[in-house]
């Protein structure tokens, strides 16, 4: 399999951004290929319709994660912000623990938490100048925290009809599920593209001295990407609640780093400046399909682990190969 | 300078509060120890309780049968938890054992087998009763120790084979099932599914079409029963799950997929959800442990033997080290584990080994 992966890149020019970019994608279409020839359940639209439906959340908490990776800091607050959202929901919408029943309210609210959250880590990272790395990761200590108070050990089942009906409904063959991630994906694309916010959170990762020294105040800037990032945080929070039919603490677990692999994978740089919206977006489906191919080629659920990590491993080496000469990821 | 100041004083306001707080918990102290002889003042005993977290219905229930039993003698437990962090477990152990340790009780839930031998080890020297629970290494027996007093495990193959035999019971005996794994490299993931493999041979009707691991997380069990319903199709007649967080995700996983009360799910574990849909028949069975029970007879078992209502000398050689009996829900009995409570009879001293199922060997 890693022959293939490798050949795309090979061909990329020192310059040429549309060769730099093509790697994941091109990826994503040979191992598609690969499992699709091997396996005919794999290649089943109601398999693909299934990879897409089991991407949205992933495809969501990416789009936070990638702005604060475009910055060129690091963000591990995923799984507790999405711990502490979720548990809000599923207490503010129609539940089996209380009478609330905000609908719609609950859910902003859930969202405006995940944003407080981002906030708290991007005030920790600029006023008390804590590395991204350890202020986020204490964001999502205190957010798991608040979660398990919330939790005061029972879980709260959700009865209410619009939530429930995200993660089983369909429109087009797709979730609603799906299309709010489409929508999000869309959203930060144009963040990234069109605003101040997002322009300057990649000059930040390309070079933050110049954009100081050129007058711009930077830390505004990362408190309000660290605040984005937490929208989505929270909004996912929400998404896997309505997929669970319940708020779960450990809704987020995992999700730290498996958005941090689909944004790698899609060749979002760990050192910032580099990637996008749209690179993450495709790492997600590279890992989904990933996953899910394992399974419907029937490879041991022993030796998944690791063939999926060596996969991985290959599909970075051949997105970066063509950056190595620039001298940005090789530390 | 400025800047520097205000994080080192944000320290140094917080250490000072921690020692405060540490100051006003050791207060609870008092007298001088001298281990030894067993026969502790009721009042005197001091109960402690210690699981991974609140934040699943099993260990919180844990937590609450202690409460329980404490409240039953007039005595209040100290809950512990540890986050799921060996570290930090051993350190709330060491702390507890750096107190006055004479009439001190512990009902430990140990993070993993290796977790335990320095938990005896400290209990030991410091003359505190131990009971654990789940974890701890083949070699290392209560019977060699003076003050570990007992430990319960369950015995996964049953609960597997008893699961396993319900599914295939509510499948008609013939079809195909999957199954939901838990964390591989775990005894009881190992055992419950060795258990399932055992019910399979007996019932020659049910095919294992699929087994995937979803590490007993409800989330990743959506995803992986998904992935198995759109591999198998309508072929899947049972989903056989290692634990209930599982089995309630693949629910969900077959709500999605339109299946909703076509496909048998069962699971280990009786959290409360899962009972709940045992009682309105969307789950076909679980197994309880009876979490509550476990909180409270570590701490009556030590209770016992520090108030001498029972001399370590009388225990069986086989209640040192034993599987604890644990319980089929189906929905005929459902409504009874619905609202998990203690039986304060359980935790009398003449009662304290009435569930051993067998000695752990």
Redesign the interface.
């Known amino acids: 399999m890693t022959n293939e992966v490798v050949a795309a890149p090979r061909r990329s020019s020192r310059r040429g951004a549309s060769f730099r970019d093509a790697g994941p994608p091109v990826a994503l279409v040979v191992i598609f290929a690969v499992f699709a020839a091997l396996s005919p359940?794999f290649r089943?639209v109601?398999?693909v319709q299934?990879i897409v439906?089991?991407a949205a959340v992933l495809a969501v908490v990416t789009c936070g994660i990638t702005f604060v990776l475009m910055m060129g800091s690091i963000d591990l607050s995923a799984a507790g912000v999405m711990g502490a959202s979720a548990l809000t929901v599923s207490l503010l919408v129609a539940n089996n623990r209380n009478d609330n029943d905000f609908g719609l309210l609950g859910i902003l609210v859930a969202v405006l938490l995940g944003c407080a959250f981002g906030c708290l880590s991007g005030l920790a990272l600029v006023l008390?100048?804590v590395p991204s790395f350890m202020a986020t990761l204490g964001v999502s200590a205190v957010g798991?925290g608040v979660?398990?108070l919330m939790?005061a050990?029972?879980?709260p089942?959700i009865t209410d009809a619009m939530l429930e009906s995200w993660?089983?409904e369909r429109f087009l063959g797709f979730?609603y599920l799906t299309w709010i991630a489409v929508a999000c994906i869309v959203v930060g694309w144009l963040i990234q593209r069109y605003t101040r916010l997002g322009r300057y959170a990649f000059a930040i990762g390309g070079a933050e001295e110049v954009l100081t020294l050129s007058g711009v105040k930077v830390k505004p800037y990362k408190v309000a990407v660290f605040t984005l990032a937490g929208a989505f945080y929270g909004l996912g929070g929400v998404m896997?609640t309505s997929?669970?039919?319940?708020g779960?603490?450990?809704?987020g677990?995992g999700y730290d780093f498996s958005a941090i692999t689909a944004a790698v994978v899609g060749g979002t740089l760990l050192t910032g400046g580099r990637g996008g919206i749209l690179h993450s977006a495709v790492g997600v489906v590279l890992v989904m399909v990933l996953?899910?191919g394992l399974?419907?080629v029937?490879v041991s659920?022993?030796w998944?682990g690791g063939v999926e990590g060596l996969i991985v491993v290959a599909a970075v080496a051949a997105a970066v190969i063509p950056q190595r000469r620039r001298n940005q990821v090789v530390k | 300078m400025k800047?520097t100041s205000?994080?080192a004083a944000a320290i140094m306001s917080l250490s000072l509060a921690a020692a405060v707080l540490a100051g006003c918990t050791e207060q609870a102290g008092g007298e001088d120890t001298a281990a030894g002889s067993s026969s502790c003042e009721s009042k005197d005993v001091r109960l402690v309780g210690q699981v991974r977290?609140?934040?699943?219905?099993y260990e919180?229930?844990w937590l609450?049968g202690g409460d329980a039993f404490a409240q039953s003698v007039g005595l209040k437990q100290e809950r512990l938890t540890y986050d799921g962090d060996s570290t930090k477990q051993q350190e709330q152990i060491s702390q507890i054992l750096a107190g006055n340790t004479k009439c001190l009780v512990m009902n430990v839930l140990p993070n993993g087998d290796a977790d335990t031998p320095p938990i005896v080890k400290g209990a030991d020297q410091a003359g505190a009763y131990l009971v654990t629970q789940w974890n701890k290494p083949a070699d290392l027996k209560p019977a060699d120790h003076k003050t570990w007093l007992s430990h319960i495990t369950y015995n996964g193959i049953e609960s597997g084979q008893q699961i396993g035999d319900a599914l295939s019971e509510a499948i008609g005996g013939n079809g195909g099932i999957i199954a939901l794994?838990g964390v591989?490299d775990t005894a009881a993931a190992k055992d419950r599914f060795a258990g399932l493999e055992a019910s399979l041979k007996k019932n020659t009707g049910v095919k294992l079409l699929?087994?995937?691991?979803a590490n007993f997380?409800?989330?990743e069990a959506?995803?992986?029963t998904?992935?198995?319903l759109?591999?198998h199709g309508d072929n899947v007649k049972g989903i056989w799950a290692a634990n209930d967080d599982m089995a309630?995700?693949a629910l969900?996983a077959l709500?999605?997929a339109g299946k909703a009360g076509k496909v048998a799910v069962v699971g280990i574990d009786a959290?409360?959800?899962a009972v709940s849909a045992v009682q309105g028949g969307t789950m076909t069975a679980t197994v309880s442990s009876d979490g509550t029970w476990q909180g409270g007879i570590g701490l009556a078992i030590g209770y016992c033997v520090a108030t001498g209502k029972l001399k370590v000398e009388d225990i069986a050689a086989d209640n040192r080290a034993f599987f604890a009996k644990q319980f089929l829900i189906t929905k005929s009995n459902a409504a009874e584990f619905a609202a998990p409570k203690t039986n304060p009879s359980d935790f009398e001293c003449a009662n304290v080994f009435n569930r051993v199922a067998g000695p752990l060997t």
């Open positions: 359940q089943s109601e398999n299934n439906d089991a008390l100048k798991l979660a398990t939790f050990g029972v879980q089942n993660a089983v979730s896997v997929q669970l039919g319940a779960l603490v450990q809704a677990d996953t899910n399974v419907q029937g659920p022993y998944q | 800047f205000r994080p977290n609140e934040s699943n219905p919180a229930s609450a794994q591989l699929d087994q995937q691991t997380s409800r989330a959506l995803t992986v998904k992935t198995l759109t591999k309630l995700g969900e709500q999605q959290v409360p959800d």
